[in-house]
Nanobody
Framework: QVQLVESGGGLVQAGGSLRLSCAAS????????VAWFRQAPGKEREFVAA????????YYADSAKGRFTISRVNAKNTVYLQMNSLKPEDTAVYYC????????????????????WGQGTQVTVSS
C-alpha cells in the first residue's frame, strides 16, 4: 500500500502558476505509475496528467496540454504538477493517484486503473 499526500494548492489569479506535489510513503515511487485527477464542484472527477515509472512516458488531458507539466523525482518519492497560465475553469480539488506497474497511453486516464489515492489539495483560480 502506498500513502499519497498532496500539497501546493492555493488561491491564484488567472494567468498565474502553481506547482502541486505528491509525496509517497510506504513504497518507492520507482515502480509506480502516478496520475493527477481533479474534481470541480458538481462535476465528475477527471483526468489531468500521468507519468509512468519511466520519465519518458507522460500523458495529458487535452485541457492540460501546453499549460501543465508532470514530472517526478524518484529519489524524493515525489511527483510534481507544474500548472501555468491557470484559468478559472481549472478550479478544483486535485488528487494524486498511483498504481504499481507500467501504464501507457489512453488507459492512463482511467480512474479504475489506480488503487492508491491522496486526500486532495484545493486549487482556486480567480478571474
Amino acid at each position: 500500500q502506498v500513502q499519497l499526500v498532496e500539497s501546493g494548492g492555493g488561491l491564484v489569479q488567472a494567468g498565474g502558476s502553481l506547482r502541486l506535489s505528491c509525496a509517497a510513503s510506504g513504497r518507492s515511487f520507482g515502480s509506480l505509475t502516478v496520475a493527477w485527477f481533479r474534481q470541480a464542484p458538481g462535476k465528475e472527477r477527471e483526468f489531468v496528467a500521468a507519468i509512468s515509472w519511466s520519465d519518458s512516458n507522460t500523458y495529458y488531458a487535452d485541457s492540460a496540454k501546453g499549460r501543465f507539466t508532470i514530472s517526478r523525482v524518484n529519489a524524493k518519492n515525489t511527483v510534481y504538477l507544474q500548472m501555468n497560465s491557470l484559468k478559472p475553469e481549472d478550479t478544483a480539488v486535485y488528487y494524486c493517484a498511483a498504481r504499481s506497474g507500467f501504464l501507457f497511453g489512453q488507459v492512463m486516464e482511467l480512474m479504475n486503473q489506480y488503487d492508491n489515492w491522496g486526500q486532495g489539495t484545493q486549487v482556486t483560480v480567480s478571474s
